[in-house]
Nanobody
Framework: VQLQASGGGLVQAGGSLRLSCAAS????????MGWFRQAPGKEREFVVA????????NYAGSVKGRFTISGDNAKNTVYLQMNSLKPEDTAVYYC??????????????WGQGTQVTVSS
């Protein structure tokens, strides 16, 4: 599975961005999909994941209520809608695909990352 993340950019605090993650093959039925981020000087952290089979979503507390994960099965694409962005959301965002026993997922496939910068 190859993943291509896009949609990052520069936005002011309070603004919105939508990230996309296009998969090279149909993933929705076989994989859970997740978004992670890594800020400068920090470790990569979990943002959100979705289990398509049960429609279950798992959000990090720091983004709950502001970020929404969704997908388009026909396009093999996962989206991350980010609203009410804060400067602390600044990071490189990565999408990933994996399998496991929800919500414990082993992510074996990673996209290349897309930069999100939120100015204050």
């Amino acid at each position: 599975v190859q993943l291509q993340a896009s949609g990052g950019g520069l936005v002011q605090a309070g603004g919105s961005l939508r990230l996309s993650c296009a998969a090279s093959e149909r993933t929705f039925s076989n994989y859970a999909m997740g978004w992670f981020r890594q800020a400068p000087g920090k470790e990569r952290e979990f943002v959100v994941a979705i289990n398509w089979s049960g429609g279950m979503r798992n959000y990090a507390g720091s983004v709950k209520g502001r970020f929404t994960i969704s997908g388009d099965n026909a396009k093999n694409t996962v989206y991350l809608q980010m609203n009410s962005l804060k400067p602390e959301d600044t990071a490189v965002y990565y999408c990933a695909a994996g399998q496991g026993s929800w919500p414990v997922i082993r992510y074996d496939y990673w996209g290349q990352g897309t930069q999100v910068t939120v100015s204050s």
